[in-house]
């Protein structure tokens, strides 16, 4: 039987030349009838950022969590082991990438043979060939998994029509592979990271059940003063990290705050940063995703956040009435003067424009702050537009414990409304 492999890469950018890395792979070996046997696919930590999310989908924290490239190039061997031909759409580009990826691990990317279902179908998207020749196109577009699959279908019904390409193929020997030991690492698929990002923080759990069996009846103001000023501090970058949540899970259980007061104090912190989000009488689509994203690692969820944010909404209208006078803006002197780098692509948009590493520049010098290139121990903050980003930059500030912002927090600090 004639086993041909097709394959599919997501990368940080178009050059595997330079510095640009596979965030995502799909391999799937199939028949020449176009019946699939088998599917690998996974995404991949590319241990820098992970580029233009806008058009591949992924996120550092889709990421953060799947494993290196070399800790999964012996399961891709097995997934393509006894194949005769490696098949893309635009193969040149996959197996550019995937022949750097070997050559970093000191490994050589066998030079078998390769079929390209975009010179085989005469040029052209992997979408629009696909609907040139009636192929369905199930799923999202540049991923993978989903791209791999249309390109089998797309071949196998090229292979109907070109009897003499079919033969060849048939012909082939199995591209020899090398032997290289597999790892006992767990693929990460999207939907597998993205369901574990929506579980409940463990740091939030682990909380309320140590605070519950710590219960005391009473606290003083200082003890619920000194786990709000911890709170405040651990959110600011809307992450919560294994240092961040025992930091939490010891204060509660030294102090004594038990899981009804805890969340008392949860509760009001989301008020606080619901008021500060409508000091200008409008909450943004970026502001109400801030919110929800802090909501959820509080534990306040779906309608409660929901009352929250009405609540909050009339109060603050009727103090606006009663006072006849605008709230104060958001607090932004903090970042006068103050050193900022941005790193990766950014993702909010300004005035209906995507912000771009120039415009950003533009908007931080406008404030009065200093833009610079590299990160130094100098530097006061590292803008990026997910938290959880590897890049070398990212890495480097948390060496030297320089905080890192959200996009959307930072320009909601110099008062700039984005979306």
């Known amino acids: 039987m004639t086993y041909l492999a097709v394959i599919d890469v997501e990368t940080t950018g178009l050059n595997p030349y330079r510095h640009d890395r596979v965030i995502e792979i799909a391999a799937l070996m199939m028949r020449t009838d176009g019946e699939i046997i088998r599917e690998f696919v996974t995404l991949v930590n590319p241990e820098r950022d992970v580029g233009p999310t806008s058009i591949h989908g992924i996120t550092a924290s889709d990421v953060v969590a799947a494993p290196r490239f070399v800790e999964i190039v012996g399961m891709l061997i097995d997934a393509l082991n006894g194949c005769v031909v490696l098949v893309g759409h635009n193969i040149r580009f996959d197996y550019s990438f995937l022949s750097a990826e070997f050559r970093r691990l000191a490994y050589s990317f066998p030079d078998g043979p390769t079929r390209c279902t975009m010179q085989l179908a005469g040029g052209g998207t992997l979408s629009s060939c696909c609907r040139d020749y009636s192929v369905n196109f199930e799923g999202q577009r540049h991923s993978a998994l989903h791209d791999a699959r249309a390109t089998a279908q797309l071949l196998a019904t090229l292979l109907q029509d070109a009897p003499q390409e079919l033969s060849e193929i048939v012909h082939l020997s199995p591209i020899r592979w090398p032997k290289i030991t597999n790892s006992e690492t767990r693929l990460l698929t999207r939907d597998e990271s993205r369901t574990r990002l929506a579980e ?74 619901t008021r500060a989000a409508m000091a200008d009488d409008v909450i943004t689509e970026t502001e109400r995703s801030d919110l929800r994203k802090v909501a959820f690692l509080l534990g306040i969820y779906g309608s409660e956040l929901d009352e929250i944010l009405k609540t909050v909404s009339h109060d603050t209208k009727r103090e606006r009435s009663e006072k006849n006078s605008p709230l104060e803006p958001a607090r932004r002197e903090h970042l006068t003067g103050k050193r900022v780098c941005f790193t990766g692509e950014l993702q909010c948009r300004h005035l209906g424009q995507m912000i771009t590493r120039e415009r ?50 930072f320009w909601k600090l110099l008062g700039i409304e984005v979306n």
């Open 200 to 273: 409940t923080p463990t740091y939030l759990e682990k909380l309320l059940v140590k605070a519950e069996i710590n219960l005391i009846p009473e606290t003083d103001n200082s003890a619920i003063l000194a786990y709000s000023g911890l709170l405040d501090q651990v959110l600011e970058d809307r992450c919560v990290d294994e240092t961040e949540a025992q930091a939490l899970l010891d204060l509660a259980t030294q102090w004594g705050i038990g899981a009804e007061r805890t969340q008392e104090i949860h509760r009001h912190y989301l008020r606080q940063l």
């Open 360 to 409: 950003a520049t533009e908007l931080a010098t406008n404030h009065r702050m200093i833009v610079v290139e590299r990160v130094s121990k100098k530097l006061d903050v590292l803008v990026v537009a997910d938290l959880l980003s590897q890049s070398g930059k990212a890495r480097k500030v948390r060496k030297y414990g320089i905080p890192i912002m959200h996009e959307a927090i």
